[in-house]
């Protein structure tokens, strides 16, 4: 499976922006996805994850009620929409694929076997 993220970019803090990731690959409707980030100097961190059936998803505390994960198998592609975008947001995001066999979206960075390249996102005060 390969992963492609794309639509970072600059924006305002309170302001909106979707990333989205691209898969190549059969099995990316039968797959947990997930997002996370890395901001500079610190480690790599968990944002939101959606189960390969869709209506299952979890996010972490921090962009609780702010982003919103979404995947559209026809076109192989996940989403992560996030509003009321925070300075505190600012990080190179990433997409990640879990191994085949599980239905259930999960925080932890080792179960995510995939990784896309990442896309920055930079939030402006």
């Known amino acids: 499976v390969q992963l492609q993220a794309s639509g970072g970019g600059l924006v305002q803090a309170g302001g909106s922006l979707r990333v989205s990731c691209a898969a190549n690959g059969r099995t990316f409707s039968s797959r947990v996805m997930g997002w996370f980030r890395q901001a500079p100097g610190k480690e790599r961190e968990f944002v939101a994850s959606i189960s390969w059936s869709g209506p299952s998803t979890y996010y972490a505390d921090a962009v609780k009620g702010r982003f919103t994960i979404s995947r559209d198998k026809a076109r192989n592609t996940v989403y992560l929409q996030m509003n009321s975008l925070k300075p505190e947001d600012t990080a190179v995001y990433y997409c990640?694929?879990?191994?085949?066999?599980?239905?259930?979206?999960?925080?932890?960075?080792?179960?995510?076997?995939?990784w896309g390249q990442g896309t920055q996102v930079t939030v402006s005060s």
């Open positions: 990640a694929a879990r191994n085949l066999g599980y239905d259930s979206p999960t925080p932890s960075l080792q179960e995510y076997v995939y």
